[in-house]
């Protein structure tokens, strides 16, 4: 496990997943200082936010933060809100008595602008989601001698990153919560469980693997080492720690064991891995009419903010994995302490 | 790991798992002369079929074998094709130049007849897919001694057969290959895979849990009992051995690693997880028009032979597992000794 760890400059292989929207900065640094890798999710971030994030870092802390992008291809022209789209969220929109926002789509692909950042503040660990961006782009982060990190759901996928330089690669089974980094399919029926694809990237490439998906506790740790796996990436037990901006409506539907998750594309327009409520059940889990990633969510809004007034998650993205019995209210550095027992095994 | 050993009467706690259609009573046989739990698949049995096989078996081994039924709720009168799935089908009859023939459903759930043999030939272990028979019959199998095992695909699914007796609980993750037990909800998207389940099931139940799902080699078992596994059941890995029956076209199907899998109900009407072929890729993999369970299967039958014949598995039902690196062409008892040594890791 030492590689890993060497590899990204910390102590422990554990690396606290980047969850855009429910974190900022303060539960990296919980994490890094635990001794493990802490993430900033840079996704809904522009410049200026993201410089601002990386000087409160460098302010904070010496130890690496990987901070994490997405990559997907972005949509030219911001779109109106499909006719189909707006019929279907209607009835809601009535019954909670709000309109239709047009609002901006949040989450911007890595760019020349957030690269330019990223070369000024030379952060140690680098991921992506969705792939990875551009050759010259990612060859501007490579210069900068940053470790870069991407998920994959397939071996095709893992042999993908392998080709292009990634330092290591996150095998992100079924089990995981948010986003699914699947980039070279969308054949979601095809998606594996953990114990299927961590194995068999190992197998595929000669770079460490990360396992992500379905991870709660040490066993879990431990059972992933077995599977040939050099480190962790774990999410959703991070959820409810105080570190976390994770909304008290999330945190209490996470509370709650049994309620389970589905992948869902209703809130972005790409399948993510939530707990299932309203939307989910009645205009998904998956939609032919939900807009193209990141816009789907945006119509979504006003109808989140409504429910979210009257103290209901029935149009949040309530983001988990399927395995929440890690997930409790304690600081992050008592998660990350309980997991690397899993290390020794 | 000896009390679930100790509790099935057998060396190990590795069974394999029973596969109707691509094993008959060699495979259990096999597999009990190696140390593990050998298993019979009856669900496509009449009960002189059964009386036959428990024959075969009872004049070779003195081992315990474990006989697998299926308790859906049977359809009281066999259907007509529907309609609108003979039309579905339409193009590839004409295709194929076939005929539509409408054939008689093939497993028939665990009653009264199969449950007489059963008594009178009181076999070690029985278990059942789907849930458990009607409590009368289930107080037959239990008055024999026998111990019962049955596949949950949940928490809720696990409680419900510990609280109706059952010895064991199967944890049946996403991974696993042929039918999903699932018996308390059909909703497919929210079944767990095995690194989510199997930790979840343990901490709920207090009798021993079976992992099933994805394990294909000694790392695999060494990892489910990290999870807290007191035993494996695995399937595919046995299916391109000598002693099972699977047909040519199946094992080459797979023995190619990268060919994906789906979940499936185009080929019986309840969902089961195969190599994507044409039938699941053109009809499926999941379709509103297949007809209930068993019979979706009967209007596939002309394909499925018209096919074979020309040497492909378009229209065959093409089980497997998500993870094929165990899938070898070995002596199941080789398997077994590669599997077993992961209960020393």
Redesign the interface.
Known sequence: MNTLADLLGVELPIIQAPMAGVQDTALALAVAAAGGLGSLPAAMLDPAGLEDALTTLSRHTDLPININFFCHTPIAVQPDIPEAWQNRLAPYYSEYGVTVAQTKGSRAPFGQELAEVIVRHAPRVVSFHFGLPEQDLLDRILATGAKVLSSAT???EALWLEQRGVSAIIAQ???AGGHRGMFLSN?L??Q??????L??VV?AVRIPVIAA?????A??V???C???ASGVQVGTSFLRTPEATTSEIHRRALAD??A????TNVFSGRPARGI?NRAIRELG?ISDLAPPFPTAGNALQPLRRAAEAQGNGDFSPLWS???R?GCSAEPAADIVARLAEGLQ?
């Not at 389970?260 to 992948?263: D, K, S």
């Open positions: 397939s071996v095709a089974g079924y089990e054949d029926s095809s594996l469980g953990t114990f299927a694809l194995p068999q197998a998906g379905g991870i709660a506790d066993a879990g431990a059972a992933a077995r599977l040939g064991l049994s389970p998750t589905a992948v299932v889990p994995g399927q395995n019995s095994m």
